[in-house]
Every structure is written in structure tokens, then in C-alpha cells.
């Protein structure tokens, strides 16, 4: 049986992957110079932003608290992210390392979904999962259009 604070948990660390990736793609994009490459980037933060909204409504509606921060890891991933991009970084390096982080986002919701969650919770999980492995398609053919010359 499910008790809702594991499930609560779990959508939580979900929940903290989706602001890691939104404070991400706020580095890649003040990075970036190509506008088509920004634009493509800011969709894709703005779905995080909307799983974020849709994670936090639900959490809230079962009894629990989102806990909208970074928390710790998050923190210190993102300190690492900055120093990788301190200096001038090309649109594929940045496209790269958007596809990097969105393909660890997926991989830490599949560990979610194999988690013990209720049926409602997982479909939830399980749309994000969908939505985030888009977002990385929609890179791979962003980054088809970039030479690593």
C-alpha cells in the first residue's frame, strides 16, 4: 500500500527536477546569441514551468506541501552548470548540455515512476516523462542543425 507521504515525496523530487531544469535553461538562454535557438529554449522552459504548476496543484490537493526550492543537489548542480558556462559557449555546446540535463531530468522521473506511487500520481509522472523525452527530440533535431566545426 501507498501512503501518501511517500507519494508526496516522490512528486517532490520530481517537483525539484522540474525547477533544476527551469533555472538551466534560464543559463543556456542568457547565453545565447541565435534567436531561433533562444525561442526554441524558452518553449521548452516555459513546459517546465508548466509542470511545475501542475505537480504543486496536485501535491497540494492530496495533503501535502511542494517544496518549491532546489534544495541542496539542485543548488550544486546548478553551481557546476555556471562554472561549465562561464566562458563564451556556441549554440551546439549549449544545445548539448540542454540535451544533457533533460536526458538525466528523464531518467530520474523514470526512477520516480518505479517508485511506489498511486495510479493518479503516476499518470502525472508519466506525462511529464512524456513531455520532458519531447523536449529532448526537439533538441536533437535543434542540434541536426548545427556543425561542431
Do not use: C
Not at 44 to 70: C, F, K, S, V, W
Not at 74 to 91: E, H, I, N, V
Amino acid at each position: 500500500m501507498v501512503t501518501n507521504a511517500e507519494t508526496i515525496n516522490s512528486l517532490n523530487r520530481l517537483l525539484q527536477g522540474e525547477y533544476m531544469a527551469v533555472e538551466s535553461f534560464n543559463n543556456f538562454i542568457a547565453k545565447l546569441d541565435d534567436d531561433r535557438v533562444k525561442q526554441q529554449f524558452q518553449e521548452i522552459q516555459q513546459q517546465h514551468r508548466d509542470n511545475i504548476n501542475t505537480l504543486a496543484t496536485y501535491i497540494q490537493n492530496i495533503g501535502g506541501r511542494p517544496e518549491e526550492n532546489l534544495g541542496l543537489k539542485g543548488t550544486m548542480g546548478q553551481m557546476k552548470l555556471s562554472m561549465d558556462l562561464g566562458r563564451k559557449t556556441g549554440a551546439a555546446e549549449l544545445i548539448a548540455k540542454a540535451i544533457e540535463g533533460e536526458t538525466q531530468g528523464v531518467n530520474m522521473a523514470e526512477k520516480i515512476l518505479r517508485g511506489n506511487l498511486d495510479d493518479k500520481s503516476r499518470d502525472i509522472a508519466g506525462e511529464i516523462l512524456h513531455k520532458d523525452r519531447a523536449a529532448i527530440e526537439k533538441l536533437n533535431k535543434l542540434k541536426n542543425k548545427f556543425s561542431y566545426n
